[in-house]
């Protein structure tokens, strides 16, 4: 019963969203109603329609609310909501629920909201998850959080944040951000490791769920088929990332025997049929760059000049600094050596890249592999400095004690 | 639902733009108003004077101080508003859009309630 009503949540709120114009009001409206289910479900089994039941036992409540306060105010309203209760309950449209939760999905992830604002708010709205849950995967304090969930529906009601599809204009702008939303949420989970605490969500499944319910929402929207799939392929890979003792385990040495083949020919389906759409994006090129890996059975037979290529295009779509690091590192695999030194060095001319440890340990090993002893060792040496995991300075001070041999 | 669209921006810049780029400034806020009475949320705009002309009066410990000059001293200025009648938030930043092409800042604030 917990599963068919945590999948009926999303729905059902966007619909009494739009019964009752508010979002705080169709929360308490929504949470209503999952207590009598709770009740009366047990009793009477679970009706085949749960988004239905839901929202025609919360509309029945507004109704009941609003009759209330009417009557508190003045009679001739009283009247007017008897018009309300004659088009009720039984004119439940299913065809609009798939807009009113998209409607609610652009809300949450409205520009005029903070990233980590709207990170929590679909969280809590979209995913139904509770504010303890939330607060425990991003490792905050839950009054913080609830603070900023509070903070969020108040400017979305006060600013009177729309709730609606954007116009096609805005539309591609909005779904990016819809996106970055969902792989902040999957970036968080696979970040800090799953499984360690037993009472924590699991932000990746989160993502991907989400990211589902977004492919099916949009159709076939490139984009979001590219985050799906791209989440989908790292998600594969999760079990292999770990070792025995919980350690960091890199691509290169996971047994990829351990690698979930389901899910990566599921992503690999969703990345071709996007790219054949004619319309790539930053997400559709991670996806195919993540399924390259995934198609090697080893490490050292990963078409890397493939993946060189395609951080080059990744990198006119999105100038960043991390994505030339890692087009430099799949050059210096394909042996391109001279070419990956020359990328980082230009690198260094344009960003302050002195904190930042991978492009340390990239720059170290092209300069290796140059025979630049001394300059490589001061790179790694470098690293050393910024690393903060025990395993990764154990590896650096190998490399270290390697070259100056 | 009424909004104030305000605008900041430094006031030097304004003073060192040639009279060419002055004017494409004031296109834009052509347009943005035009669009506004188009729509029939136009309420009203006011250019401010610079903040040499500003006088701000400090309560502290029971006394008051009257201050040459603007209540914070900052790179960016309050420098003019409009007051809007929109749908939403999303119809009022729609017009800011308009005359973003002016350097600074524009903030969008809804109006919680006006005194006529």
Same mark, same amino acid.
């Given at each position: 019963?917990?599963?068919?009503?945590?999948?009926?949540? !999303? %729905? /059902?709120?966007?619909?009494?969203?739009?019964?009752?114009?508010?979002?705080?009001?169709?929360?308490?409206?929504?949470?209503?109603?999952?207590?009598?289910?709770?009740?009366?479900?047990?009793?009477?089994?679970?009706?085949?329609?749960?988004?239905?039941?839901?929202?025609?036992?919360?509309?029945?409540?507004?109704?009941?609310?609003?009759?209330?306060?009417? +009557?508190?105010?003045?009679?001739?309203?009283?009247? #007017?909501?008897?018009?309300?209760?004659?088009?009720?309950?039984?004119?439940?449209?299913?065809?609009?629920?798939?807009?009113?939760?998209?409607?609610?999905?652009?809300?949450?992830?409205?520009?005029?909201?903070?990233?980590?604002?709207?990170?929590?708010?679909?969280?809590?709205?979209? /995913?139904?998850?509770?504010?303890?849950?939330? /607060?425990?995967?991003?490792? #905050?304090?839950?009054?913080?959080?609830?603070?900023?969930?509070?903070?969020?529906?108040?400017?979305? @009601?006060?600013? %009177?944040?729309?709730?609606?599809? !954007?116009? *096609?204009?805005?539309?591609?702008?909005?779904?990016?951000?819809?996106?970055?939303?969902?792989?902040?949420?999957?970036?968080?989970?696979?970040?800090?490791?799953?499984?360690?605490?037993?009472?924590?969500?699991?932000?990746?499944?989160?993502?991907?769920?989400?990211?589902?319910?977004?492919?099916?929402?949009?159709?076939?929207?490139?984009?979001? *088929?590219?985050?799906?799939?791209?989440?989908?392929?790292?998600?594969?890979?999760? *079990?292999?990332?770990?070792?025995?003792?919980?350690?960091?385990?890199?691509?290169? %040495?996971?047994?990829?025997?351990?690698?979930?083949? !389901?899910?990566?020919?599921?992503?690999?389906?969703?990345?071709?049929?996007?790219?054949?759409?004619?319309?790539?994006? !930053?997400?559709? #090129?991670? /996806?195919?760059?993540?399924?390259?890996?995934?198609?090697? *059975?080893?490490?050292?037979?990963?078409?890397?000049?493939?993946?060189?290529?395609?951080?080059?295009?990744?990198?006119?779509?999105?100038?960043?600094? #991390?994505?030339?690091?890692?087009?430099?590192?799949?050059?210096?695999?394909?042996?391109?050596?001279?070419? @990956?030194?020359?990328?980082?060095?230009?690198?260094?001319?344009?960003?302050?890249?002195?904190?930042?440890?991978?492009?340390?340990?990239?720059?170290?090993?092209?300069?290796?592999?140059?025979?630049?002893?001394?300059?490589?060792? +001061?790179?790694?040496?470098? @690293?050393?400095?910024?690393?903060?995991?025990?395993?990764?300075?154990?590896?650096?001070?190998?490399?270290?004690?390697?070259?100056?041999? | 639902?009424?909004?104030?669209?305000?605008?900041? =921006?430094?006031? =030097?810049?304004?003073?060192?733009?040639?009279?060419?780029?002055?004017?494409?400034?004031?296109?834009?806020?052509?347009?943005?108003?035009?669009? $506004?009475?188009?729509?029939?949320?136009?309420?009203?705009?006011?250019?401010? $004077?610079?903040?040499?002309?500003?006088?701000?009066?400090?309560?502290?410990?029971?006394?008051?101080?009257?201050?040459?000059?603007?209540?914070?001293?900052?790179?960016?200025?309050?420098?003019?508003?409009?007051?809007?009648?929109?749908?939403?938030?999303?119809?009022?930043?729609?017009?800011?859009?308009?005359?973003?092409?002016?350097?600074?800042?524009?903030?969008?604030?809804?109006? $919680?309630?006006?005194?006529?």
């Amino acid at each position: 019963m917990d599963v068919t009503l945590r999948a009926a949540y !999303p %729905k /059902a709120l966007a619909t009494l969203r739009r019964v009752c114009g508010e979002l705080q009001q169709a929360e308490d409206l929504l949470q209503d109603a999952i207590e009598r289910a709770l009740t009366s479900w047990p009793r009477d089994g679970e009706p085949d329609d749960a988004v239905a039941w839901l929202v025609t036992v919360g509309r029945r409540r507004w109704i009941d609310l609003q009759r209330r306060q009417a +009557l508190h105010r003045d009679y001739q309203l009283a009247q #007017v909501d008897d018009t309300v209760n004659a088009s009720g309950p039984e004119c439940f449209d299913r065809s609009r629920i798939n807009d009113d939760l998209l409607r609610l999905i652009f809300t949450c992830c409205h520009p005029a909201l903070s990233r980590s604002a709207q990170v929590a708010l679909t969280l809590r709205v979209i /995913a139904g998850l509770s504010v303890a849950e939330i /607060a425990a995967a991003f490792l #905050v304090d839950p009054r913080t959080l609830e603070q900023r969930i509070t903070r969020a529906k108040r400017k979305i @009601a006060a600013a %009177k944040i729309p709730y609606r599809i !954007p116009a *096609d204009s805005e539309l591609p702008e909005r779904i990016d951000a819809v996106a970055c939303v969902i792989y902040l949420i999957f970036n968080e989970g696979y970040s800090n490791g799953n499984g360690e605490q037993p009472l924590r969500v699991d932000l990746c499944e989160e993502a991907i769920r989400l990211a589902r319910q977004l492919h099916h929402l949009f159709g076939k929207h490139p984009e979001i *088929d590219g985050l799906l799939a791209l989440l989908l392929l790292q998600h594969a890979r999760a *079990d292999a990332r770990t070792g025995s003792d919980g350690e960091l385990i890199t691509l290169e %040495k996971q047994d990829r025997s351990r690698w979930n083949l !389901p899910l990566i020919a599921e992503a690999k389906v969703l990345v071709e049929q996007a790219l054949q759409r004619g319309q790539p994006g !930053p997400y559709q #090129v991670q /996806a195919a760059i993540a399924a390259l890996h995934c198609d090697a *059975d080893h490490a050292e037979r990963t078409d890397w000049a493939q993946i060189a290529d395609l951080y080059a295009i990744l990198g006119r779509m999105q100038a960043n600094p #991390v994505v030339t690091i890692n087009r430099a590192v799949a050059l210096l695999k394909c042996g391109e050596r001279a070419q @990956a030194l020359s990328l980082l060095d230009g690198l260094r001319a344009q960003t302050n890249l002195d904190q930042y440890l991978p492009y340390h340990v990239a720059r170290g090993a092209a300069l290796a592999q140059l025979e630049q002893r001394a300059e490589a060792l +001061l790179a790694y040496q470098r @690293a050393r400095e910024l690393a903060r995991n025990a395993a990764i300075i154990r590896h650096l001070s190998g490399t270290i004690a390697e070259l100056e041999n | 639902m009424k909004y104030v669209i305000l605008i900041y =921006s430094s006031e =030097s810049y304004w003073e060192n733009l040639s009279e060419s780029e002055r004017e494409a400034i004031l296109a834009d806020h052509g347009r943005m108003q035009e669009q $506004m009475r188009a729509d029939g949320a136009f309420l009203g705009a006011h250019r401010l $004077m610079d903040t040499p002309t500003a006088s701000t009066l400090v309560h502290r410990d029971g006394a008051s101080e009257l201050i040459d000059g603007p209540f914070a001293e900052t790179k960016e200025q309050l420098g003019g508003f409009y007051l809007v009648e929109c749908d939403d938030l999303d119809q009022a930043i729609g017009y800011a859009r308009i005359i973003s092409s002016d350097k600074g800042s524009i903030e969008i604030r809804p109006v $919680m309630f006006s005194v006529d």
